[in-house]
């Protein structure tokens, strides 16, 4: 079990509300288009365990992402995420509509990856903020809380466990 500190487990357990970005942190932030000019993209299968359990222990959870993508939206569904935000010009406009779609969450772990997250992360409502251990390090100095998986490679069983620790809701022997 990774080494949460005492002050992560206390600010974590307050969380019931995730807003997810989706290129660096669900997937390796590759981009990949075939000879159609289609995209795919590769999300793991630790990840969709990982936020099912979540959702099952009354987090909610939300996408927001800068980039339109059907394979984001087919993902989202499959896990049953249906706060979705795509093509967001800004992560505080994406923000904004989230809460238009009934993201009620008061306490909120943003998880991202990239410049355009850090705006996301200095909102008010955002209580707590985390990156991929590949993330700039410029990035992960901002943040509270780094993943010691890079992005794309399971990165949410740590968030899970992270907050359903905190919780007193870990499932599992540690």
Known sequence: MPNFNENLLISAARIDGLILD???????????YNNKGEESKNFHVRDGSSIKLLLKNGIDIAILSGRNSQSVERRAEELGITKIVLGAESKLNGF????????????????????ADLELFSHPDISLSAT?????????????????????????????????????LWPYEN
């Open 22 to 32: 989706v290129d660096g942190v669900l997937t390796d932030g590759k981009i990949t």
């Open 96 to 115: 904004q509509e989230l809460r238009k779609k009934g993201f009620a969450s008061q306490e909120i772990l943003a998880i991202g990856d990239d410049l």
């Open 132 to 168: 991929v251990e590949d993330a700039a390090e410029f990035i992960k100095s901002k943040v509270d809380f780094v993943t010691e998986n890079a992005g794309g490679n399971g990165i949410m069983f740590e968030i899970a466990q992270l907050i359903l620790t905190s919780k007193d």
